[in-house]
């Protein structure tokens, strides 16, 4: 029913039209009512809705027949809303007309009619949706009638009033908003909400001052806020409050942004202008609300890809944001996980929500919202680093502080755990070695690729001028070559040169007989046996195996290195032009072996655009690993090397187009990759040095051992070194060990089953000079548990050990590594009295940053990574808080995402290799929930240590007391 109490007056309505389009409505209901179906209960349907009898057409036939109270009970039934006479005319629309309840009417009529053997048939199609539709217009027809007869009336009892008595409250009431807009206007504010506030009265007085003179803007009051393209409305078309997303997206600072908008904007908008906004920015939820209002809105085609290109512009959206959040953590500006977890709980619940709505924009908003929120949360955090970093500037008894800059750039930018890791270390270090490191600037192969890549077209042009040369041939071409050959004035490097193409052109041309010479031209000597596996006309595949005797290697790439000695190296010879397509075509189908080193000799010359492709096939291309493709361009230049030097030059200009993974986070370090720990690994060399070696997990115990066993085991010259891993064995165990590792050595040639008889048979060794022993040193790994068992034998095996030590010094020694039993520090243990206050230990730390450094550069540099920026690396190491274990498995993550840089075309052919390092590596790991879990679990695994788990304990109350403080 609609409540005759009040007015609206915000438009003027029209009786007799609204009578007219009544009456045209029902002649609408008759000619459907007459409609020829096939369909019997269509047929039925149609009647007793608009037949002469029927439920809907008695309203339109005579409408002023009927009371608004029986009008009004009719049309509530299909609205969302009751009408009210405060409804206004432009209301009056689909919006208004709940379809549900319409679809519930329709139904009910037609499961009434009485049918055959098809009662239960849904009354669905394109009938259902002709008969929504005009139930639907009737409704909205009769709505319109009942509000202007209803204004009609109220207008009829106004006429009771003089016309002067009217005109004389319509100029008080003018009079009284002149005068409190003049008093508004006197007043003065201070603050910009005291601004809003002013701005949003005056408003409002204008519009009261309009409505009292009869004028009106002819839009519905929410017009401005869904043009706004800001704000999602309710059901009473005011901005919708819920929900909240636990604060990160409050609603009164958009407000407060839209009012200042307001008050610099000189024009509205039209409809079809904010329509069109709406739809740039994919909230189109709010677009359709837009078209909705305004039938002249001429809308856009092809919806379905606008909307399918909403959806996935949301996806990336929410990639972005969760890499957004995680670089956030790791920069120190969220502290905990939980509160982490908070910020992507936030944003899955909010797309759920803007997936229904379709206001893709606004999601998007609320997440810049959410990343906002995250800075303002670190900012007391970042101003207490910023007092501890300007308290160590007025530290320093210097005039130039420029070398302080570069943090100071990092705290401006926001990476706080860099920047307390640095005065962390400035606490402990000399302004000169912190400038070291601020400055240090590790090149350990980019410069050599770099210079490749300048002087690559050069090298290409002169290799394809003379493409039906030999490769000798162009070499003798290259500037001033020719004349210092004519005068026999070639330098060793030039002659060098010379012995490498000529090789290369005399196995080109006939196969087999010149592989050794090429091969050691690359630094490989020591060859045992070169085999033809496979020939034919244009390819020939060589399997060359090595003295097991490997030489040191520069670089740290096993697989080019020592493991081709111990595990042999493929080579394919490849005659004839090749596309990078067919390079790989032909290599996948030769099947060869991924675990060794391939190297692919190619007799024609790539352009840098083909190489640059290859480089994209060869790293998104699983059995393209470990294979280095050499064509004559590379191998020209390779003259500019000497031979002992071209192996590491070989990689740096080779790997950049590879995929190899150099990195190493589960198995054992191979030697190459050994980096830093020079003086722990003298120390353990030193044959009067520690014997014991102790530290957390992950810092390299194990590799300091292995390194330790590969440099110094030549049984050739009598040294051996036997590494043994005795992880939770007792003495007996580690005894029967010992015993085997010894005989397999050739060292003994007997089994002994006490430890005293190995002493005595070691000492027999060098007393009657039966082996020619040098030096033995005996590795134990992972001695925890053995040391607890050896203490409760009064540490006999160690005196053992000991024994022997003192018996033949600087000939024979021991190591006991592990973690925190290796050496207990209670006073019976250290006691004068006891075997361990006889021995030196060593302590085994995190890395310093130089070490960190190189350990995470080196590998990357020769694979063609650009560091543009220095605090890309300095929060990688502070993320793994230098520990060894941890930098290789980032460094191996980091070489693994190239693939997915390509496959997400985050790369171009046409200027990769080099690839930089920035940012967008680290947010394309830590989008990888999996890869975050490996991080926190290999960083906790360094604290959890014993039942009591005290290690744990102690570093969270540490971190709690330092967040807190």
């Known amino acids: 029913m609609v409540c005759s109490s009040t007015h609206q007056t915000a438009q003027p309505v029209d009786l007799d039209g609204a009578r007219q389009a009544v009456a045209a409505q029902y002649q609408a209901l008759c000619m459907d009512e007459r409609k020829p179906s096939p369909h019997p209960r269509l047929r039925g349907l149609r009647s007793q809705l608009y037949g002469g009898h029927g439920q809907v057409v008695p309203y339109f036939k005579d409408v ?9 009970d009719f049309c509530n039934t299909f609205l969302n809303t009751p009408l009210t006479a405060d409804t206004p005319v432009n209301r009056i629309e689909d919006r208004l007309v709940n379809e549900n309840k ?47 007869k209803q204004a009609a009336q109220h207008e009829q009892n106004q006429h009771g009033l003089s016309p002067d008595v009217l005109a004389q409250q319509r100029q008080k009431g003018l009079d009284l908003l002149q005068q409190a807009q003049a008093e508004l206007a006197g007043q003065t504010v201070d603050t910009v909400m005291d601004e809003l ?6 408003a409002l007085l204008n519009d009261l001052t309009r409505q009292f003179q009869g004028c009106s803007s002819g839009e519905p009051y929410y017009a401005p806020l869904l043009k706004a393209n800001a704000f999602e409305l309710d059901s009473d078309y005011l901005p919708d409050l819920t929900p909240d997303y636990d604060g990160e997206y409050p609603l009164v600072p958009r407000l407060q942004r839209y009012i200042q908008a307001r008050l610099s904007q000189t024009a509205d908008l039209s ?3 904010a329509y069109h906004q709406a739809v740039r920015c994919y909230n189109l939820g709010l677009a359709k609300e837009i078209a909705g209002l305004d039938d002249t809105v001429k809308r856009i085609g092809k919806w379905d890809l606008v909307l399918q290109n909403g959806i996935q512009y949301a996806g990336d959206d929410t990639e972005s944001y969760r890499s957004d959040v995680e670089l956030a953590a790791n920069y120190g500006k969220i502290i905990g996980k939980e509160r982490m977890e908070h910020y992507f709980s936030v944003a899955d619940t909010a797309r759920s929500h803007f997936k229904k709505t379709q206001n893709f924009a606004l999601y998007k ?50 990476n706080l755990t860099i920047v307390e890791d640095y005065l962390h270390r400035c606490a402990h270090k000399s302004p000169r070695e912190m400038k070291l490191i601020l400055n240090y600037q590790g090149d350990f192969g980019l410069k050599t690729f770099t210079q490749f890549l300048e002087q690559y077209q050069a090298g290409f042009d002169l290799c394809n001028k003379n493409k039906k040369l030999s490769l000798k041939n162009i070499y003798d071409q290259k500037p001033g070559i020719r004349n210092k050959r004519v005068h026999d004035r070639l330098n060793r490097k030039e002659k060098d040169g010379l012995d490498f193409v000529e090789a290369w052109s005399a196995e080109s041309s006939a196969s087999g007989k010149s592989m050794k010479p090429l091969l050691e031209g690359l630094g490989y000597g020591n060859i045992a046996d070169i085999q033809v596996s496979r020939a034919e006309k244009n390819c020939t595949c060589y399997s060359v195996k090595f003295e097991k005797n490997p030489p040191r290697f520069h670089h740290p790439f096993a697989v080019f290195g020592s493991g081709a000695y111990y595990n042999g190296l493929n080579v394919v010879l490849f005659r004839g032009s090749h596309t990078p397509q067919s390079i790989v075509n032909e290599i996948s189908q030769l099947s060869v072996a991924k675990e060794k080193g391939t190297l692919f000799f190619l007799d024609s010359a790539l352009t840098l655009s083909d190489r640059r492709e290859l480089a994209r096939l060869m790293k998104t291309n699983l ?16 003259t500019h090397f000497e031979k002992n030097d071209r192996n590491d030059k070989l990689l740096a ?18 030697p190459e990759m050994f980096i830093g720990r020079s003086a722990e690994l003298a120390a353990i060399q030193d044959m009067a040095g520690p014997v014991f070696v102790y530290g957390g997990r992950q810092l390299g115990k194990s590799a300091l051992l292995r390194q330790t066993r590969y440099l110094v085991h030549h049984p050739e010259q009598g040294n051996y070194a036997i590494y043994l891993d005795i992880k939770n064995k007792d003495g007996d165990a580690v005894l029967g060990d010992t015993c085997d590792e010894l005989r397999r050595a050739g060292i003994l040639n007997k089994h002994v089953r006490t430890w005293d008889e190995l002493g005595r048979s070691l000492k027999d ?35 053992v050990l000991k024994d022997i030590r003192d018996y033949v010094p600087g000939h024979f020694k021991f190591i006991f590594a592990g973690l925190h039993n290796v050496i207990r520090f209670d006073r019976r243990q250290l006691g004068d009295n006891t075997v361990f206050a006889q021995l030196d230990h060593l302590v085994v730390k995190p890395f310093g940053y130089l070490e960190a450094n190189e350990l995470l550069l080196k590998p990357l540099s020769y694979l063609g990574f650009e560091i543009r920026n220095q605090d890309i690396i300095s929060t990688i190491l502070a993320q793994t808080n230098y520990f060894p274990g941890l930098i290789q498995y980032y460094g191996k993550n980091l070489v693994e995402s190239i693939r997915s840089q390509y496959k997400n075309q985050l790369f171009t052919d046409c200027n990769t290799p080099p690839y930089p390092l920035d940012e967008s590596y680290l947010k394309d790991l830590l989008k990888d929930e999996k890869f975050r879990q490996k991080i926190d679990d290999l960083f906790m695994i360094t604290l959890e240590l014993d039942a009591d788990n005290y290690y744990a304990i102690i570093a969270l109350v540490v971190a709690y007391q330092y967040q807190y403080e």
């Open 271 to 273: 409809w079809q202008e």
């Open 197 to 202: 506030a002013k701005a949003v009265l005056q």
């Open 365 to 414: 908003d609320l997440l810049q919202s959410c990343l906002k929120h995250i800075d303002e949360e670190a900012e007391p955090r970042r101003q207490s680093v910023q007092r501890e970093l300007d308290q160590f500037r007025s530290q320093i008894q210097e005039e130039d502080l420029s070398w302080l800059d570069p943090i100071q750039a990092w705290l401006d930018h926001g």
């Open 765 to 799: 060794l060098w007393s009657q000079g039966k082996k020619n022993i040098d030096k033995l040193m005996i590795l134990y790994d992972e001695s925890d548990h053995f040391l607890v068992d050896a203490a409760a034998q009064q540490n006999r095996p160690i005196e």
């Open 64 to 72: 002023d027949a009927f009371s608004l109270t029986e009008l009004s």
């Open 653 to 670: 200009l080779a790997l950049p187009f590879a995929y190899v993974q150099p990195f190493i986070s589960e198995a054992r370090i191979p």
């Open 102 to 148: 319409v679809k519930e009417y329709l139904d009910s009529v037609w499961f009434s009619i009485p049918v055959g053997e098809r009662k239960n048939e849904r009354f669905l199609g394109k009938d259902a949706t002709q008969q929504i539709k005009l139930i639907k217009k009737s409704v909205l027809i009769l709505c319109r009638y009942i509000l202007a």
């Open 623 to 638: 059995d393209m690993q470990n294979v280095l493709v050499l064509d004559r361009v590379l191998a020209l230049y390779l």
